[in-house]
Structures are given as C-alpha cells and as structure tokens.
C-alpha cells in the first residue's frame, strides 16, 4: 500500500467514517506547513485583523462567549510581537480566506484540498489564527461535516458524540447552525457538571496533521502553541435539508423573541454576527423557511424516483464508491491514520484542572461575571427558547409543516 491512502478512497473515509479520524503528517506536503514566522509575517503583510480577546485567567461556569470577548485590530506582526506581554489570549477565528487574500497571494495559490478527494480551495476554506489560550467553546455544527489541517503551532481537540448526555445544549447565545454547551472546558469556576461525562474523544494535531470531524460531533478546541494556524472546510451531508428546515423554524422563533425585547438584552441572546436578526423583516424569514423546505421536500421526492427505479433497472451504471475496512486501515502504520483516543471522565477533569492550572489565578477574589455569566439574567428567556429548540420539539413541528405543504 502508498504511504498514503489514495484521493477516492480519503473520499471515502471522510465521506463515511462516524468517528472522529486523524491523518498523521497528511499535509505535510503543503509548503505552508513548513512556514516559519517570518514567512507568515510577510504573507499577512499590513492587513489589520481583528481578533477576539479574552483574559487567560477568566474563571467562569459559562464558557467564555463571544459577546464577552474584546476586539482588537493589529496586524499578524503585531500580534506576534505582542504574545510575551499580553495576559490575554487572541483569537482571529472562522474567516473565510478568500475575504482576506485575494487568488493572486501565496497563501490562496498554495492551498489545494484535492489529496483530500474534493476539488476545493480558497472559497471555500475557513483560517483560524491564534495564541496559547484561545479556544472555541464546545459545539456541535448541525450543517455538514467537517476536515481540519494544522499548519502551524499545536491545538488541542476534546470531542464527544452527537447523542451524549450531559453537556446542556443551548441556542442562547443564537447562532445559525451552532449548538453550544453551557459547559465551560476552559477554566470552569465548578468542576461538578463535569462528574460522570464519558464518550469523550481527544486528539492534539501538530503541523502537517488533518481531522475528519464527523456530522454532529460535540468538539472544545484549544490552542496550546504561542502561534497557531488552522485552516478547514465544510462539506456537505445528506441529512443537511432537513437540517435547513429546522434551523430556518428555529430562527423565527428566536428572531421574533428578539424584536419585542430591548435592544441590549437581544444582543445577549445572540453571537455578535447574528446581530441583524432583530431587523429581518419576518417575510425574509418565511421566504428563507419556504425556500428550504422547497429544497427538502424536492430532494425527498427525487430519493422515492430512485428507489423506484432501483426496484426496477440494474444499478451496474450507479457510481461506485472505494469500500474499506478502516480497522485494517489504522493497523497499517504506513496510512498514519488513527482514531481520536478515548478519554475517561477522569482523565478530562483531569485536564480541566491542568488548564485551570495554567492559566487561572485561583487566589484572587472572582468577578461577579465570572461566577454569574453573561446570560444567567436570562433565565427564563433562554429557558424558553431552549425549551422550543429542542430535537423533539422542532422535529414535531418540522414534520406537521412539512405535512401540511405537501
């Protein structure tokens, strides 16, 4: 067998495998993973980005949100140059490369998902640029699934799978196709939440690695590095059309849950980019409903005429797909491809109290926003909306609209 696994057959894998799967040193080919500071120094130029700040030793039993976060605009040099006398962590995170590079640089000309399987690149890859620190809250993406590459610095991933229990889901703070956990995997103030969570994943990706996410998986992502750089693309799922129509139903709801409260206690039901939800007019909201439920119910019809057809004609003319046996797969040390390790409940407290360790001041008197959070004013309000967000609710819905349309 190759050294590496061919085009068709990453396809494949990324296509179908439920587990979250690593590729040791898959791109390590691509020369921006031998990049060294200064070359990313020039590559960035004079662009001023703006990134999400946060003190390192914010203890809080709410992750630490978006909407508490500072921006700060500085260039990649600065930011640099700023690490060794800064107590915050930095974040430049979810930016769509080809909105800050246009295809004539470097960085666009180098970037090419085709060992991957798919003819992608710079429309549709995602960078992530930041310090020792900075992480993601722990989600699930209800749309698609999703390929990481590590290009430089090192990131942690804790992941667990979409049916686990325990990690609270939220649609408070809102935002389209993110399903937060009200766990804090940061530096929590209460370690209790966390007793007794298993199923749980991690990997730590260096330069040169890659991570196949699968659709749904719940995942905390932290940079352990001064500098890290990460870049990713979504991909598509057949599940995603009915995963539109509930996102769409879901954005109604909370839309116009916004527009009858003030305009500061909206702004706390949802993530900064999702601001204009409060002045969408409602019949944007019902065409976008009307425009994905179309979709869905066009694309249920079409799956019927196949299956139809299948009972009926000989599917030799059908496209194949590369099978494999992703156990033999990882035992053979020359794919360097492996499953994300298991963590025991133990081990992830574990964890929690080693960042709680590094980076929070446990002496000093906490903040009362530390120990309250952003949105515990909004009990009742985001008890309501998480109590109309939930699967069954919005399947129930889902499934008498769609009834009713057809």
């Known amino acids: 067998m190759s050294l590496k696994p ?7 894998l990324t296509s179908n495998v439920t587990v979250p799967l690593i590729f040791r040193n898959f791109v390590n080919n691509w020369a921006i993973c ?11 130029g004079d662009k001023e980005l703006p990134f999400r700040c946060m003190r390192k030793d914010f203890i809080s039993d709410e992750p630490c949100w978006e909407r508490k976060c500072k921006m700060k605009k500085m260039t990649f040099k600065a930011f640099v140059e700023n690490l060794a006398n800064t107590s915050e962590w930095m974040y430049f995170d979810y930016k769509y490369l080809h909105q800050w590079f246009d295809g004539d640089s470097e960085l666009s000309k180098e970037l090419n998902w085709k060992q991957f399987g798919y ?6 890859t995602t960078l992530w640029v930041g310090s020792d620190g900075s992480h993601t809250p722990a989600h699930q993406d209800t749309y ?3 390929i990481i590459a590590q290009v430089h610095g090192k990131k942690q991933w804790i992941l667990f799978p979409p049916e686990s229990g325990g990690l609270k889901p939220t649609r408070v703070p809102y935002e389209e196709s993110s399903v937060y956990s009200e766990l804090n995997f940061y530096c929590p103030h209460n370690l209790e939440p966390f007793n007794g969570l298993t199923g749980g994943r991690t990997v730590v990706l260096s330069a040169g690695d890659a991570l196949l996410v699968p659709r749904g998986w719940w995942h905390y992502v932290q940079n352990i590095d001064p500098v890290n750089i990460t870049l990713n693309m979504w991909l598509p799922h057949e599940r995603d059309p009915s995963a539109h129509v509930s996102e769409a139903l879901i954005k109604i709801f909370i839309a116009q849950m916004c527009k009858d409260l003030p305009l500061e206690t909206a702004k706390m039901l949802v993530n900064p980019n999702e601001d204009d939800i409060v002045d969408t007019p409602l019949a944007v909201l019902f065409l976008q409903l009307e425009t994905v439920a179309n979709t869905y119910m066009d694309k249920r019809r079409r799956v019927r005429r196949v299956k139809r057809q299948k009972t009926r004609e000989s599917d030799t003319d059908l496209p194949e797909t590369e099978e494999f046996d992703l156990k033999a797969l990882v035992e053979n040390p020359e794919n360097k491809l492996e499953i994300a390790s298991t963590i025991s409940n133990t081990e992830l407290i574990n964890m929690l109290k080693g960042n709680l360790k590094k980076y929070a001041n446990t002496e000093r008197v906490l903040d009362d926003d530390e120990i309250d959070g952003a949105t515990s004013s909004l009990c009742l309000t985001k008890a309501v909306i998480d109590a109309f967000s939930q699967n069954n609710v919005i399947d129930l819905v889902k499934h008498n609209l769609l009834a009713s349309l057809s």
């Open 6 to 12: 061919s085009e068709d057959l990453v396809r494949s």
């Open 144 to 146: 698609g699934y999703n």
């Open 34 to 44: 031998q990049w060294n500071l200064e070359k990313w120094i020039q590559v960035f």
């Open 119 to 124: 003819d992608k690149g710079p429309a549709d």
